[in-house]
């Protein structure tokens, strides 16, 4: 089974700190991806990587970059979290070439306060 | 940009009861659309997918769903719902990004599902 680790089922961080999320695929994906979700929005897309060291922005962005410096890991960062980025987060990856599914972890929710 | 429309955002049902939810989404090109499905407390899952072909796809747990390009339609069904159904539910469709090869899905806002017993 395709199995796609996030460090944290729950952080809570303070406004202005910088917070690294983590996420490890072990089936060697190309693609990689992630989101946030939020009550009534759906999951809407941050960024994404199709290749080690190769980014590229999603439909929210704003306030978020990553990195990608391995293959299986991909890692979203705030570099000054603020209250409205309160969310759960949710890192997906899939194999590459055509479009196929993408396999989600688990989640991460964080909260600003 | 592409979108997807989700008709409901909560349902609630009886168990036996049939379902049907809606999605329809914007996209005019050939697609790759999606249902996943999020029980309480766990990560999402694939339910079914469609890519080309046979237009009625058949998923896990009894779910079906039919594409009906003319409608820009990919709507979920199950016969008879189950308790174990509660759950939230998004469409999803390829999100047509350029580079790589690579597509974020684009989601609808799901549609909570209640099954009373």
């Known amino acids: 089974d395709v199995k796609v680790t996030q460090s944290s089922r729950y952080l809570v961080k303070r406004t202005g700190e910088k917070v690294f999320l983590e996420c490890v695929q072990d089936m060697d994906h190309e693609n990689m991806f992630w989101y946030r979700q939020d009550p009534g929005l759906g999951l809407r897309l941050i960024y994404f990587s199709y290749d080690v060291k190769m980014k590229e922005k999603g439909d929210i962005p704003e306030g978020y970059s990553v990195s990608r410096e391995k293959k299986e890991r991909f890692s979203l960062i705030l570099e000054s979290a603020s209250t409205n980025q309160t969310s759960m987060y949710l890192c997906?990856?899939?194999?590459?070439?055509?479009?196929?599914?993408?396999?989600f972890g688990q989640g991460t929710r964080l909260t600003v306060v | 940009a592409q979108s997807v429309s989700q008709h409901n955002h909560h349902v609630i049902l009886s168990e036996a009861a049939s379902l049907e939810l809606g999605c329809n989404y914007s996209?005019?090109?050939?697609?790759?659309l999606f249902w996943y499905v999020q029980y309480p407390g766990q990560h999402l899952q694939l339910l079914l997918k469609y890519f080309s072909g046979d237009p009625l796809v058949k998923g896990i747990k009894g779910f079906e769903a039919e594409f009906i390009k003319s409608k820009f339609s990919f709507n979920l069904r199950k016969p008879s719902v189950q308790w174990s159904d509660t759950a939230e539910y998004f469409c999803?469709?390829?999100?047509?990004?350029?580079?790589?090869?690579?597509?974020?899905?684009?989601f609808g806002k799901g549609t909570h599902l209640i099954i009373q017993p």
């Open positions: 999803a469709v390829t999100g047509g990004y350029s580079g790589g090869g690579a597509d974020g899905l684009t």
């Open positions: 996209y005019g090109g050939t697609v790759n």
């Open positions: 997906a990856s899939n194999p590459g070439g055509r479009v196929t599914e993408a396999f």
